[in-house]
């Protein structure tokens, strides 16, 4: 079982809508988790962190986490051309000495 | 949060040869991390690089194949050695940036090398 699972798209969204993304982790003890956004040819960045159960919201975006569920997801609100990209989800695991495992990205397409 | 410089940024390796790539971090850090991003893929971890010690490796991937050094808080460099084609990849040095959050991570730009 992958460490990190995202569905890998393509998602395509038209501009202006909600764009959803998904993530389940399988190590229970990951205290930390993150979105990172990776344009083509450049490396990630920090979107979102997320470290309790809930919803944080950051303009337009909002992370959820249910540690329970072992899910975290990204909502994209008001979707733009310029959020195109790769969506990477990224579990920060105590196994083995605390890194950052990262899944495999979900590309996102915002059409306009 | 903290600046990384990583070079070089792009090379083309023949078969055989070896690359060292370097990765330099304007602020003392104790942890810094290579990883490597094959076309298509998601990063993944190749080890982690102490200050004083030896390189943590992550399985499937070892000391003899990717050699790392760590001389100070600013500094690592990460050596692909007998490099082959399946070693063409985008290499990152990324370092935690705590201003950001407990255990957010800044990438360096990466290192994209084209073995032939």
């Known amino acids: 079982q992958k460490e990190v699972e995202q569905n890998s798209g393509p998602l395509s969204v038209p501009e202006g809508a909600i764009a959803s993304l998904n993530c389940t982790y399988s190590?229970?003890?990951?205290?930390?988790f993150f979105w990172y956004r990776q344009y083509s040819g450049k490396s990630p960045e920090l979107i979102m962190s997320?470290?309790?159960?809930g919803d944080k919201e950051d303009g337009r975006f909002t992370a959820q986490l249910n540690k329970a569920s072992q899910y975290v997801s990204l909502l994209i609100r008001d979707s733009q051309p310029s959020d195109s990209a790769t969506y990477l989800c990224?579990?920060?695991?105590?196994?083995?000495?605390?890194?950052?495992?990262f899944g495999a990205g979900t590309r996102l397409f915002v059409k306009a | 949060s903290a600046v990384i410089s990583q070079k070089p940024s792009r090379d083309i390796c023949q078969r055989g040869t070896s690359l060292t790539i370097q990765c330099q971090v304007d602020?003392?850090?104790?942890?810094m991390f290579w990883y490597r991003q094959q076309p298509g893929q998601s990063l993944t971890l190749i080890a982690t690089?102490?200050?004083?010690?030896?390189?943590?490796?992550e399985s499937g991937f070892v000391i003899d194949k990717f050699p790392i050094s760590r001389p100070n808080l600013t500094f690592s460099t990460l050596t692909v050695s007998n490099m082959s084609p399946e070693d063409s990849s985008i290499y990152l040095c990324?370092?935690?940036?705590?201003?950001?959050?407990?255990?957010?991570?800044?990438f360096g730009a990466g290192s994209r090398l084209t073995v032939l």
């Open positions: 990324s370092v935690p940036n705590p201003f950001s959050g407990a255990n957010v991570l800044t």
């Open positions: 990224a579990v920060n695991t105590p196994t083995g000495g605390f890194k950052t495992i």
């Open positions: 690089a102490n200050q004083g010690s030896e390189a943590t490796y």
């Open positions: 602020s003392q850090v104790t942890m």
């Open positions: 997320i470290y309790s159960n």
């Open positions: 190590d229970r003890g990951s205290q930390s």
